[in-house]
């Protein structure tokens, strides 16, 4: 398993933007690159839901509520996925997670807080 560290949440006020980093501080690039990262959330009272995926060919998935608004990427290089959320709503409040699945497993990240909030 790859340990992830998630960054970037807090609160925004409605149309804004904000940008979540997830990193594998520990991994090589190669152990990197052998994983599908992918965002999730979960808001209050709700199951966690997958936001977007993106493999290490950058085949990427979106949930369809964030077409149009958010855009994952990975930086091989720096051993990073980037979440850019823009337009956000309050309906996008959540705490919000990083996954890593390889060949030896899934982990989570410790989740990091996003609030849309006038």
């Known amino acids: 398993q790859m340990p992830v560290v998630e960054s970037g949440g807090g609160l925004v006020q409605p149309g804004g933007s904000l940008r979540l980093s997830c990193k594998a501080p520990?991994?090589?690039?190669?152990?990197?690159?052998?994983?599908?990262m992918a965002w999730y959330r979960q808001a209050p009272g709700k199951e966690r839901e997958l936001v977007a995926r993106?493999?290490?060919?950058?085949?990427?998935e979106y949930s369809d509520f964030v077409k149009g608004r958010f855009t994952v990427s990975r930086d091989s290089s720096r051993k990073v996925m980037y979440l850019q959320m823009n337009s956000l709503q309050p309906d996008d409040t959540a705490v919000y997670y990083c996954?890593?699945?390889?060949?030896?497993?899934?982990?989570w990240g410790q989740g990091t807080q996003v609030t849309v909030s006038s």
């Open positions: 520990r991994a090589i690039t190669s152990v990197f690159n052998s994983h599908v």
């Open positions: 996954n890593a699945v390889g060949d030896r497993g899934a982990s």
């Open positions: 993106i493999s290490s060919s950058k085949n990427i």
